[in-house]
């Protein structure tokens, strides 16, 4: 069956703002912030961007490189390159792995978490935290746990908006989406950075985040930011094989991924710098975890003048966030059933989309009717990394420890040490020696090896 010919971005800036609303996601302003919190801050700020730049950085050349020369969904693209470069058409396993794994995997819970955002914006813009203290905002967040069919309606909201947005299409869709989100998104993250000036203690946040304590450094903390690194800029599960594939061939990739890769640090430090500020202003910790946005900030907004409003802002700005996130973890599946089934791009939608709300209700049940389901008690697996192992618990394991480090380190082999050089120079536009070299070195070395520890010690008890 011959494929559709793709769209492509109709401009450089439309690319940009699209794998920048890409990276940018509750991965930065509800994971790093938390995460950072969990394992003391600015050491863990410091080794994270040492992988942004020697790990992340070079996966995300490769996955843009391969996309745009294959042209094609990332599935077939990984089969077309390797088969030009003279390889086996079983590369496109690893693009199927990233595609439906990887990329509707991790969609199914991402939709639950932002359906959860989007319940929040309407509490904060009601009152309902104003003066709350510690037990009440967790009193606020069982409840919403508690009820299933709220949660079900919010995670079925989320995952239709992205349906909407991704059947539109390349450029009437998720462009036209990002090209209004992501300067709304800025704005907002700006507002809130002052907000964090006028309103909190933000000498104790800038202490917090950026005095190095080299002591706090050990291998858990290093292999937590470098899975963070991983999910901020969208690796390994074909978001950016996807994005690569409708770029045109007059834009440099690695300064694009340069471009990306220090918007989405950037814009995870401003949303540091605008959250702790108000963590520390009320005495509270930040190392709540997971809740750090979702108890502990409802606590600090409760007790704000203008509390209401800027809270709601806060959720809205997660909200969007999501949204131009999760279009392109619905993205790759998309192309691929248009491209190879012949489905007209609604219909993928659907059936995709529908299926990552399907598995999602598996992670909804988790916060209330199956807390108690541990699926893999019969292993003897009761609990993963602290955590009773629900659904929730297991598929966000499989998809963030085994899925995507095992993607990366595929996607770092294929393109280090399958795809011919000449075809990557060409790729990328750049002589032979230089920064073409140093990137080959980090694709073709650092990135497997780091990647293979990452593995290996996830998988540990
Ligand atoms: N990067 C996004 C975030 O930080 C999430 C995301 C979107 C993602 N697409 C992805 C993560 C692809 C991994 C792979 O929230």
Redesign the pocket.
Known sequence: MSAPVQENWSSRAAFIFAAVG???????IW?FPYITGENGGSAFILIYIAFVIFIGWPVLVAELAIGRRGKMSPIRSMEKVSVESGGSKNWKWVGALGSFG??LG?LSF?SVIAGWVLAYIIKAATGMFTGVTGGAAEVIRDEHFADTGMMVFWHLAFISLTIYIVGRGINAGLEKAVTYLMPVLFLILLVLLGYGIAEGDMNAAVTFLFTPDFSKINMSVALTALGQA????????G?MLAYGSYLQKDMSIPKSAGIIAAA?TGIALIAGLAIFPLVFQYGLTPAEGPSLIFTTLPIAFGQMTGGVIFGSLFFVLLAV??IT??I??LEPAVAYFVEKQGFGRWKACFFAGGAAFLIGLLSVFSFNIWTDVMPLSFLGIEVINGNPATFYTIIDFTVSNII?PVGGLMIAIFTGWFVTRAAMRDELDLPEGGLFSLWHILVRYVCPVALIIVIVWGLMP
């Open positions: 890409s990276a940018v996601g509750l991965g930065n994971r990887g990329g991790l991402y991983f999910f901020s800029l969208s690796l390994t599960v978001t989405d966030a999501a996130s999760s392109s973890l995507m």
